[in-house]
Each structure stands twice: as C-alpha cells, then as structure tokens.
C-alpha cells in the first residue's frame, strides 16, 4: 500500500507525530531516502530537538504542511491529532502506524498492531519488496527500531523485530551505533535532578505507582525516568507526570509486569499507546476527576 500511495503522489507531506521520538523521525526521513525523484516534504509541529537534528544532518524538518501539498503519509501516529496540524478534508492521508489504539483515520490505512515500531514495518516493506537502500538509511531504521524497544527489550519485540534487525545490518546498520544513539546521555546535573524526581515517587490507594515532575516534557527522560518507577514491586502499574508548559500534564504509562492494559487507562483521556505502554495529555482538573491517580 505505501509503496502505491508513494507511486501515484505527484508531491508528498511525511508527517511525523508531536514530541517526535525516533520512531517517527528515522521511518519518516527513510522514506524520503526512498523518493528521491519525487517532491516530498518533511512536517513535524514541534521543533526537532538539538540532540535528534545531529542524526539527519541531510534532512529539514518544515512546521507545517506546504499549502500545494495534499498527499500525506502520518507516520507512527495513532489519530490525526497526534499530528498537532489542522485537519484538512482536501488531504488525501495514508495512516503508517502500529499502535493498538490506532483509529484508522486515513483514507488509506497500513497498521500492523503486531509490530515493534514504524522503522520495523518499513524495514519489513523493503526486504519483501527487494528496495535498494545505502547504509545510512539501515542505521537510521535500526536506530529507530532500538528507540522504539528499548534496545530490543521490550515485550513488543518479536521475531519478526530481530529479523528486520538482521536484514538492516546486512545492508550496513551497526547495533552498536543503534545502542549509543538511544541512550540517554546523563550529566552530573541530570542524574542529580532525576534524583530528585525519583524520591517523590509513591504508591497510591489503588496500587499504582506514582511519579510527578514539572518541566518541559520535550527535553526530560522521561521514558528513563518511568521505566526505573515501574521496576516497584508489587504494584498494579505505573504512572508518570509531568507539566508541561501549556499548563497541561503529559501522563506516561507502563506496565512490564501485569495484565493491566494500559490503553484502556489512557482512553478515557483521549490518549492511547499499547498495551504495556501509553499515555495521554489532559488538564490537572480532568486527570483530577477520574481519582484514580489520586
């Protein structure tokens, strides 16, 4: 389907999700490494952070949709307004996800639910088809892979994850490079302030494991910071958040150890994710309401 849709697009929007993480940055710029004869444009509503610009040092990010364009391919987003962009009924929208959540808003829809990641399924799209692709563009889809898994460690890893990790490598991907290049990089003054947010941390009445931070979301480690919160035991799940500027509050939500789903928490607040790992973004007063959390 991806490779029709590209086929039959005279110019193209490559939309990556809001708070980008590698996932939707490594899939979305491979493929643009795919198309190089066709007009295509990079779009990520917020600002590609410093230390992610440094991997793609030949591609340019734009804040919103060109006006002429109306073929889009949303990559790794679960529901349009994972976009942050307007909507737009002119657009022609291919939906490339693998979220259990996702809500098939494309007019045309790729979801595999069963895969680890974005960069899996594109990884998996150009062995089968037997596509070309130079060395950087392996290491970007294995980058995005290990960012999606947490260097293969996570339950959404499967066999068909390390086959696409295999393939990638023997067209150039070094695993090591993958590894260094998702690892958070942890000063003196990080480690001290995760600290911190890590002595706050408790139980709550309903057996949920709580973390609250205030900062900006975009440059906090949060996905470290939740991970070492879930390893609690004996609680029901976990739960981090964290204030964003807006006034909002970003909740992460993982369970690696129960059959709690996490989507079905992150629902109700119009979030998503998977079942060992979602989130969602709401008010104080709406998160408040709920009482679960309190």
Partial sequence: MLLEFIAD????????????????????????????NIESFLVCKDMIPQRMQKLFPNHKWKLEIPAHVKEIIAIDCSNWQRTGLPE?????????????????????????????????????????YGIKIQAHTAQKLLNGIYDDTKCLQTPSTTSKTLKACKFLQQHGANPLIASQTTKPKLTYRKLKNLGNTLRKTYVNQHGIAICKQKGDHKRDHLDLIIDLVDQIPRKKFSALFTRNHKGLVRASLRNNKTEYDMTQIAKPFGGGGHKRAAGFIASKETIDQQQLFN
């Fill in 9 to 36: 697009s005279k110019s193209l929007a490559i939309v990556s999700h809001t708070t980008p993480d590698l996932d939707t940055l490594c899939a979305a710029s491979s493929i643009q490494d795919l198309i190089p």
């Fill in 88 to 128: 737009n009924s002119s657009y022609k929208i291919l939906n490339f996800d693998h979220h259990q959540t996702n809500t098939n808003f494309g007019e045309f829809n790729y979801i595999i639910k069963s895969a680890s990641s974005t960069c899996e399924m594109l990884a998996d799209i150009i062995r089968i």
